[in-house]
């Protein structure tokens, strides 16, 4: 499988020391050159077995949050000359397969995960998905189907022009309001629903209190 040579992969991880065994093995299909690990203050053997395979990799000494990390991996990304980003979770939710899917194709917006089937999903999960898409569509003036999906691709300089303060999973919310009010187009790309044993950092209730109280502070970004 081959990604566009503008193109950089990001896997943002906090310990997942056990589904590496899985994801590596499957991410060998792409150039090494083509994917950067961000060890955001595992406490596991994350970054050991990351260095074991010879893979890049951006430490992280304690753990920021997965805007941080994203954040450290764009900038990364552009100091080597790579325009395009594709951000993959390291928990085995989101098909390697699939990678050529959000590869760069020339235009500038944002390709979006989107999991259809949301038969499989938590309870808690999927009334906090449905209520934040609902909320970013209403914001952003555009369709957003999975606001949560953390499969994306997109430029590189759209990402910094926004600059994203939030350090941790809302960055993803964030980004796709400022890109929208930028006039950034949203593409979706249906994904598999896939859940497993790993521990979300969700905490369902009170990150959705966040959530909307990040919601209302973005009509002040205009």
């Known amino acids: 499988m081959k990604i566009k040579d503008n193109s950089l992969i990001l896997v943002p991880l906090y310990n997942e020391e056990k589904s590496l065994k899985h994801l590596i093995p499957q991410l060998k299909i792409i150039n090494k050159n083509g994917v950067v690990f961000i060890n955001d203050g595992s406490k596991d053997n994350t970054k050991d077995i990351i260095e074991k395979h010879r ?4 430490n992280i000494d304690s753990n920021q949050g997965k805007g941080n990390a994203i954040s450290a991996g764009t900038h990364y990304a552009l100091k080597q000359k790579n325009t395009w980003i594709i951000t993959i979770d390291g928990d085995l939710q989101h098909p390697p397969e699939m990678i050529p899917e959000f590869d760069d194709d020339g235009k500038i917006e944002i390709k979006l995960g989107w999991r259809k089937n949301k038969d499989t999903m938590p309870i808690f999960r999927k009334f906090s998905n449905v209520v934040t898409s609902l909320l970013l569509s209403i914001r952003s003036n555009t369709l957003i189907k999975d606001s949560q999906c953390g499969y994306r691709g997109f430029p590189a300089n759209i990402y910094i022009k ?3 303060r939030e350090p941790g999973f809302h960055m993803e919310s964030e980004f796709l309001i400022k890109a ?4 950034v187009s949203i593409k979706h790309v249906e994904i598999p629903t896939i859940y497993n044993d790993s521990e979300s950092s ?3 209730f009170p990150d959705l209190i966040k959530f909307i109280s990040l919601w209302f502070k973005s009509f002040l970004w205009t």
Request: proline share 0%.
């Open 55 to 58: 893979y890049s990799i951006i």
């Open 162 to 164: 926004c600059k994203n």
């Open 180 to 183: 929208s009010l930028l006039g």
């Open 202 to 204: 969700m905490n369902y």
